[in-house]
């Protein structure tokens, strides 16, 4: 996960190079080192140093680096003529290279012939049967061209290799968030959290999921996940606020008249709605009233 602060970095880094103020390859390495996915920027900022031979000499064996970025970035932009040369100068460089095989078998994809780039993804694995983006490259086939059933099934086969990757969990989660099969979304959630435990946003979707859910003991449990949220976040979390906020509510109208309960409840509405309206009149004044009374709804104002 990019926090805040690399976020703002890469971000003042992007506006210094678009302004003309240098720093492209600074940009690249920091982009790559955090995992994002800016596939316009990368083909640009990339294209400006790999077109220009004194920039490009300077890179030394970074260079063959960039090009496969920039090629990836290309494919994802849908230009497909600069990933195919591109492609082609690092098959020039590195005949017979596997990486290099990879990248073919990914602009297959990119041209949207499926069944070719499927042959040459299973031929990739049978070298080398765990090559972790050539797996999630095939789920990621299979959800392009609709066919979420073998999606889910390549990424459960590929998890049951790499149980610790945390985007292929993310990812499936969210495929069963769409298609509304939440105790499964549930259960990918709760590995997340477990690999992750001090990342607010696994606990949040966790939340979601079994507010949805709903039922006593996972209204419950998403109150004390929508707290955590908050915890971690310093507070700072409208979503998990207002999540809490719904939960009470509906938590105590499954538990009337158990004293401990409703007590509990009406302390943590009572924090929850105070912390929500002071954050909207800091942030968001012309909503106010459409909060105040959504509360009121809930009888928490």
Same mark, same amino acid.
């Given at each position: 996960?990019?926090?805040?602060?690399?976020?703002?970095?890469?971000?003042?880094?992007?506006?210094? %190079?678009?302004?003309?103020?240098? +720093?492209?390859?600074?940009?690249?390495?920091? &982009?790559?080192?955090?995992?994002? #996915? #800016?596939?316009?920027?990368?083909?640009?900022?990339?294209?400006?140093?790999?077109?220009?031979? $004194? $920039? #490009?000499?300077?890179?030394?064996?970074?260079?063959?680096?960039?090009?496969?970025?920039? /090629? %990836?970035? !290309?494919?994802?932009?849908?230009?497909?003529? %600069?990933?195919?040369?591109?492609?082609?100068?690092?098959?020039?460089?590195?005949? +017979?290279?596997?990486? %290099?095989?990879?990248?073919?078998?990914?602009?297959?994809?990119?041209? +949207? *012939?499926?069944?070719?780039?499927?042959? !040459?993804?299973?031929?990739?694995?049978?070298?080398?049967?765990?090559?972790?983006? &050539?797996? $999630?490259?095939?789920?990621?086939? /299979?959800?392009?061209?609709?066919?979420?059933?073998? /999606?889910?099934? *390549?990424?459960?086969?590929?998890?049951?290799?790499?149980? !610790?990757?945390?985007?292929?969990?993310?990812?499936?989660?969210?495929?069963?968030?769409?298609?509304?099969?939440?105790?499964?979304?549930?259960?990918?959630?709760?590995?997340?959290?477990? *690999?992750?435990?001090?990342?607010?946003?696994?606990?949040?979707?966790?939340?979601?999921?079994?507010? =949805?859910?709903?039922?006593?003991?996972?209204?419950?449990?998403?109150?004390?996940?929508? !707290?955590?949220?908050?915890?971690? =976040?310093? +507070?700072?979390?409208?979503?998990?606020?207002?999540?809490?906020?719904?939960? =009470?509510?509906?938590?105590?109208?499954?538990?009337?008249?158990?004293? $401990?309960?409703?007590?509990?409840?009406?302390?943590?509405?009572?924090?929850?709605? &105070?912390?929500?309206?002071?954050?909207?009149?800091?942030?968001?004044?012309?909503?106010?009233?459409?909060? =105040?009374?959504?509360?009121?709804?809930?009888?928490? *104002?």
């Amino acid at each position: 996960m990019v926090s805040k602060t690399e976020e703002e970095q890469v971000n003042r880094l992007e506006s210094q %190079v678009e302004n003309g103020g240098g +720093g492209a390859w600074e940009y690249l390495c920091l &982009v790559r080192k955090l995992k994002l #996915r #800016r596939s316009d920027k990368v083909l640009k900022f990339g294209l400006s140093i790999l077109n220009d031979p $004194k $920039k #490009r000499s300077a890179l030394g064996p970074e260079e063959w680096t960039l090009y496969e970025e920039v /090629a %990836v970035a !290309a494919m994802d932009c849908q230009c497909l003529d %600069v990933a195919k040369e591109f492609t082609k100068v690092l098959q020039k460089k590195f005949p +017979g290279s596997k990486r %290099v095989g990879r990248l073919e078998a990914m602009l297959l994809e990119a041209k +949207g *012939s499926w069944a070719e780039a499927e042959k !040459a993804y299973m031929s990739l694995l049978e070298d080398n049967p765990l090559d972790q983006i &050539v797996h $999630k490259r095939r789920a990621a086939m /299979a959800k392009a061209q609709g066919n979420i059933p073998l /999606a889910i099934e *390549s990424l459960n086969k590929y998890l049951e290799i790499f149980m !610790a990757d945390q985007d292929a969990w993310r990812e499936l989660a969210e495929i069963y968030v769409s298609l509304q099969m939440y105790k499964q979304a549930a259960f990918c959630y709760e590995e997340l959290i477990l *690999s992750q435990p001090t990342i607010p946003l696994f606990h949040l979707s966790y939340a979601d999921v079994l507010y =949805t859910l709903g039922g006593l003991e996972n209204l419950q449990t998403a109150k004390k996940y929508y !707290a955590s949220t908050i915890d971690l =976040t310093g +507070g700072k979390n409208t979503r998990a606020l207002f999540g809490i906020c719904l939960c =009470t509510a509906a938590i105590g109208q499954l538990t009337k008249g158990r004293n $401990k309960e409703d007590k509990e409840n009406s302390q943590l509405q009572s924090l929850s709605a &105070v912390a929500l309206e002071k954050d909207y009149k800091q942030r968001n004044q012309s909503k106010h009233s459409l909060l =105040t009374a959504t509360l009121k709804s809930l009888k928490l *104002s």
